[in-house]
């Protein structure tokens, strides 16, 4: 049986997340949950307003990375939060959707900014049980 969910593991002066599931969209949408989860408590962001998200890249790798940048930046310009993801990918291209609400410093109480999805400890594939993992560091 594979994991599902999401962690965070240690790295220098920035934070490593990592998301499991039973398919490789499972698992970039637990990894998108992680990174919300780092600037604050998931169950503090209602799932209200939906956002769709689409992007493409040579490798799954890079299209992940490219993934979490680019709710990275609908975050920023949107100054919004999201606790919940759906990730559909065909071939090199991912589309995906997010829910979530504007940001309330009170409510949400952010503990970090999220500046950038990187390449380092990136890892896109199958772990031993047969399930999928997606990890890398975020800049904070």
């Keep these: 049986?594979?994991?599902?969910?999401?962690?965070?593991?240690?790295?220098?002066?920035?934070?490593g997340i990592r998301g499991f599931g039973s398919t490789k969209e499972e698992a970039f949408?637990?990894?998108?949950?992680?990174?919300?989860?780092?600037?604050?408590d998931?169950?503090?962001?209602?799932?209200?307003?939906?956002i769709e998200v689409a992007c493409e890249a040579s490798?799954?790798?890079?299209?992940?990375?490219?993934w979490l940048n680019a709710l990275i930046y609908e975050m920023s310009t949107r100054r919004m939060l999201f606790s919940?993801?759906?990730v559909n990918i065909e071939e090199n291209r991912?589309?995906?959707r997010a829910w979530?609400?504007?940001?309330?410093?009170?409510?949400?109480?952010?503990?970090?900014?999220?500046?950038a999805a990187t390449y380092t400890a990136l890892d896109v594939g199958r772990d031993e049980d047969g399930g999928w993992m997606a990890q890398c560091v975020v800049d904070v």
Excluded at 29 to 40: H, N
């Design 100 to 115: 979530g609400e504007k940001l309330q410093r009170a409510k949400h109480n952010p503990v970090v900014e999220v500046k």
């Design 59 to 66: 490798d799954e790798q890079l299209l992940f990375v490219d």
């Design 84 to 86: 919940k993801f759906k």
């Design 94 to 96: 991912l589309s995906g």
């Design 42 to 50: 998931l169950e503090d962001v209602n799932p209200k307003e939906m």
């Design 29 to 40: 949408a637990q990894a998108a949950a992680a990174m919300t989860a780092v600037i604050t």
């Design 1 to 15: 049986m594979s994991k599902k969910g999401w962690e965070h593991f240690p790295h220098q002066a920035d934070i």
